[in-house]
């Protein structure tokens, strides 16, 4: 093997190239950050015999700077040109919500050429479950509030359409983020092309009213991978106590999968994924259940 540096046509080593390459010879579009943090909340009854209700909420911040300013989004900002992308997700994070060390998993890029019209901008949104009993949220950096929302997500009509060679999907979903004080409401139409093994996603906002930038599009694509993944993974258990009764997990599954589900075929599904504790509850009013835990041993089968 020869010990001669590789050359190109110009006949420059890679460190020659280096020394000579202009990085300004291309326009540099400023790449962003968005989270999607989730998690489930209860809300209490005045009978204290009934069980709280649980609700999937999403976390937002008020905007405190234009554009759209005092309307709400996703926590995020833009990526520092000397950390990851996955670092200025959690800092980010962390300086506009106080929210800090808890899983998160890249979502989807997203790259319109007008999506933010400051200028060019892409952002990688990133998707996180979260205990909120476990979380102290307060606004900081530039976001003038931080709030959870309850999630809704309804499909309002499915198209098919023949093509010669396949078929063409159309879903109108609705999305509806909502709290005491504040309702944003908006709908996707999901377009999905199927010819042969090849399978094409478009996402368009039909309707939008009080979501900045496109983050309706990161709503509802975060939404359709949370109910994916709860089928086949362990993710939903991020978003429970260290222990809870099978009763509050399989309220929690139906709450992201937005159906209900048999009791018995349920607790078979997830037998394995649960340990069985010594301890029970102790709520008023209610019969004691038994407590169980994650198996840890699961994930790693």
């Not at 979502?107 to 319109?112: K, S």
Request: proline share 3%.
């Amino acid at each position: 093997m020869s010990n001669q540096p590789v050359t190109d046509h110009n006949g420059l080593t890679e460190e020659q190239f280096l020394k000579t390459y202009n990085a300004g010879s291309y326009e540099r579009p400023s790449v962003a950050v968005d989270m999607l943090i989730f998690t489930v909340m209860e809300q209490e009854q005045d009978n204290y015999r009934k069980l709280a209700e649980k609700s999937l909420q999403l976390l937002l911040i008020q905007r405190g700077e234009h554009p759209f300013l005092g309307q709400w989004a996703l926590p995020g900002g833009f990526v520092g040109i000397h950390e990851s992308v996955e670092e200025a997700a959690r800092r980010e994070l962390y300086s506009e919500t106080n929210i800090d060390n808890i899983y998160m998993e890249q979502l989807y890029t997203w790259g319109d050429v007008e999506r933010d019209p400051r200028m060019r901008v892409i952002s990688c949104s990133y998707m996180a479950l979260v205990d909120r009993k476990a979380l102290t949220v307060q606004a900081g950096d530039d976001a003038a509030a931080a709030a959870w929302f309850e999630v809704s997500y309804n499909i309002l009509e499915t198209r098919r359409e023949e093509l010669e060679q396949g078929i063409r999907l159309e879903t109108f979903v609705e999305i509806i983020l909502q709290n005491e004080q504040v309702k944003l409401s908006g709908v996707v139409k999901l377009t999905e092309t199927i010819r042969g093994h090849v399978r094409h996603m478009d996402r368009e906002i039909v309707r939008s009213s009080g979501f900045s930038f496109d983050h309706l599009l990161m709503v509802q694509a975060a939404i359709e991978r949370l109910r994916g993944k709860a089928e086949y993974t362990d993710i939903v258990f991020n978003l429970m106590p260290p222990l809870f009764t099978l009763s509050e997990l399989q309220r929690v599954y139906e709450i992201i999968l937005g159906k209900e589900l048999l009791a018995a075929a349920f607790r078979r599904k997830i037998a394995e994924r649960v340990i069985e504790t010594d301890e029970s509850t102790r709520d008023a009013g209610h019969r004691p259940s038994k407590l169980y835990r994650y198996n840890l041993e699961w994930s790693l089968t």
